[in-house]
C-alpha cells in the first residue's frame, strides 16, 4: 500500500535505509530477542547513528528536524520486522518517553538526557501506569514530596516497557495531591539511583520487549530534573500519548499487512483436498475482507500524519485511528491464525506469534473504552 505522502525522493531513500537496518539488525534476530527478553542494547547506538531516533527532534541535541511523514516511514518497516516486542521498545524510546523533554525541557535536562538519547547512548522508559491506574491516569498514587532542592519519590509504576534496558526514566508522579489535574508533574528518575528497584514481568506475547514493575523507596532526584513547569505533567503526557497512539496505529498496521502477506504465500502453497488453500472461496472471501479492512486503517491513519504534517489538530483522527486500527490489526491476526492451522500454534510461526502480539493493540497506549470515551467527549457527548 502506497501513498504520495511518502513520494519524494528523501522518503524513498530514507525508507531504504530503515528497511535495510530491518532486515539486517532485527529480523534475523527475532527468536534470540524473544528468548532474551529483550532486544540488544547496542541497537540503539546502531539507531543512533543512523539518526533514526530523533527524527523531528531540533539539530541542535542531534535531531533531524524532520516531519511526521518521515516518522510514518520509520514505524512502518519497523512495524515489519517481524518482531513487535522490538518495536515496541524503539518506539516507546522516541515516541513515548522523549518527546515531553524535547518540547517542555529545560536546556540543561535536553543536553544531559536528551542528546544521549537521540545518540542512543542511553535508553528511555515512560512511566505512568501503576497497580490501580491505568486507562485512569488521574488515579495515579505514587508521589514525590519537595525536600529543599530534591524531590522525593514513593510508590511504584506497572507495566513498564524497556524496562530492563532503561537508563532513565519520564516519570509522572503526583506533586500536589490537592490541585487536581494541575497536582501532576513529569520528571526524569535516572534507574541507576539508590531506592530504585524493578522485577521484570512475564507477558503472553511481546517476548522480545522488556516489561516491568518499578519500585520507589525516597528516591531522591532534583527538582530541576522536572520537565516543563511543576503541575503541568498532567497535561504534557497527555499530549505525549498522542505520539504514542499514531505510531501505535501506524506499526501494529504494519505488522498486519506483513501478516497478510505471508498468509497470502502460506495459502498458495498449502495443498488442502487436492488443491491450494487459496483457491477456496472461503480463504479468497477472508483475505479480500482483511485487505479492505486494512487499506480503510491505513486512510484513517495517514490523514492523522497529514494533519499533523500541516500543523492541524489531529487529536480526534488519531484517537479514531487508534480504536479502528487496533481492532483490525487483531482481526488480521486472528483471521490468518485459522488460515494456518496447527502450525499456527507454533511459536516459530509468524502467525502464532502475531496473534500473541496484536492483542495488546485494544489495551496499550489506551484501551477501546477509554479511546471511545475521550472520542465521544470531543464529539460533543
Not at 115 to 127: D, N, Q, Y
Not at 131 to 138: C, E, F, I, L, T
Not at 280 to 286: A, V
Not at 298 to 319: C, F, H, P, S, W
Amino acid at each position: 500500500m502506497t501513498t504520495d505522502l511518502y513520494a519524494s525522493s528523501e522518503h524513498e531513500a530514507f525508507r531504504a535505509t530503515i528497511r535495510k537496518f530491518t532486515e539486517q539488525e532485527l529480523r534475523p534476530r527475532a527468536r534470540e530477542f524473544d528468548e532474551a527478553g529483550r532486544i540488544d542494547k547496542v541497537l540503539f547506538k546502531k539507531m543512533g547513528a543512523l539518526g533514526m531516533l530523533g527524527l523531528r527532534y531540533d539539530p541542535e541535541y542531534g535531531g533531524a528536524g524532520l516531519d511526521w511523514s518521515f516518522s510514518a516511514v520509520m514505524h512502518e518497516e519497523l512495524g515489519r520486522s517481524d518482531n513487535a516486542g522490538a518495536t515496541l521498545a524503539v518506539s516507546v524510546h522516541t515516541e513515548m518517553s522523549t518527546p515531553s523533554l524535547a518540547q517542555f525541557g529545560s536546556e540543561e535536562l535536553k543536553r544531559q538526557y536528551l542528546i544521549p538519547a537521540i545518540a542512543g547512548e542511553t535508553v528511555s522508559a515512560v512511566a505512568v501506569t501503576e497497580p490501580d491506574a491505568g486507562s485512569d491516569v488521574s488515579a495515579i498514587k505514587t508521589r514525590a514530596v519537595r525536600d529543599g532542592d530534591d524531590w522525593v519519590i514513593n510508590g511504584s509504576k506497572m507495566y513498564i516497557t524497556n524496562a530492563a534496558n532503561a537508563d532513565w526514566l519520564c516519570l509522572l508522579v503526583v506533586t500536589d495531591p490537592d490541585a487536581g489535574y494541575s497536582g501532576f508533574s513529569q520528571i526524569i528518575v535516572p534507574t541507576d539511583l539508590p531506592g530504585v528497584r524493578c522485577d521484570l514481568l512475564d507477558k503472553i506475547g511481546l517476548w522480545g520487549s522488556d516489561t516491568g514493575q518499578f519500585y520507589f523507596d525516597d528516591v531522591r532526584v532534583p527538582v530541576s530534573n522536572t520537565i516543563g513547569d511543576v503541575g503541568r505533567g498532567f497535561q504534557q503526557q497527555m499530549m505525549q500519548f498522542q505520539d504514542e497512539r499514531l505510531v501505535a496505529c501506524i506499526s501494529t498496521l504494519a505488522g498486519a499487512e506483513l501478516l497478510w502477506e505471508e498468509t497470502k504465500k502460506w495459502t498458495e502453497e498449502r495443498i488442502l483436498f487436492g488443491k491450494p488453500l487459496s483457491k477456496m472461496q472461503n480463504t479468497q472471501f477472508k483475505m479480500a475482507e482483511m485487505w479492505a479492512q486494512m487499506l480503510a486503517a491505513k486512510e484513517l491513519g495517514l490523514a492523522a500524519v497529514r494533519a499533523l504534517v500541516a500543523g492541524e489538530d489531529a487529536t480526534k483522527t488519531i484517537t479514531a485511528a487508534k480504536v479502528f486500527t487496533s481492532n483490525v490489526a487483531i482481526d488480521v491476526a486472528t483471521a490468518c491464525l485459522q488460515l494456518h492451522g496447527g502450525y499456527g500454534l507454533m511459536k516459530e510461526s509468524m502467525a502464532g506469534r502475531a496473534y500473541v502480539d496484536m492483542r495488546v493493540a485494544t489495551i496499550g497506549g489506551g484501551s477501546d473504552e477509554t479511546m471511545l470515551q475521550y472520542l465521544a467527549k470531543q464529539l460533543g457527548f
